[in-house]
């Protein structure tokens, strides 16, 4: 999660909402090499769906050479909005892990579900709230200063 922090700081540098995310491949989130990095690249880039999350699977499905990034841990600072868990549902990764909650746009339990929509083909494990107060005061302290 700290690495993710740390990418969530360059966006937040660059104007963007301060979201970071990794992609961790198989062998879960101890030792695993990390396929892909992201951070919110909305503002830079003027595409509403550059998201830390997407970016990140991007990153580790062309690593991979495969859309199919089974066994793999996404890394999250702030739990993923609802174009963001369709992403992670339809990449079949096997565990999400995010920091600050999200009351607003949350997908992962706080406003949606989808994730865990037993209605889908894939769920992924998800792990909410690690360093929850770290992560959400990267987003406090953004919008304090007039951010986006």
């Given amino acids: 999660m700290r690495q993710a922090m740390t990418l969530a700081g360059t966006a937040g540098a660059a104007g963007d909402v301060p979201v970071g995310a990794l992609v961790l491949g198989p062998g879960g989130p101890d030792g695993a090499a990390v396929l892909g990095r992201g951070f919110n690249e909305r503002e830079a880039t003027g595409d509403p769906t550059a998201h830390a999350e997407v970016l990140a699977l991007r990153e580790a499905a062309g690593h991979l050479g495969d859309w199919r990034l089974t066994g793999c841990t996404l890394v999250v ?26 009351a607003k746009t949350g997908a992962a339990g706080s406003l949606w579900d989808v994730l865990r929509d037993r209605r889908l083909n894939h769920r992924p494990e998800v792990i909410g709230g690690v360093l929850e107060a770290e992560t959400a005061g990267l987003l406090t302290e953004f919008f304090r200063r007039g951010g986006c």
């Fill in 77 to 102: 600072t702030l739990e993923p909005c609802t174009m963001c868990a369709g992403a992670i549902v339809l990449s079949r990764v096997e565990r999400v892990v995010y920091g600050a909650r999200d």
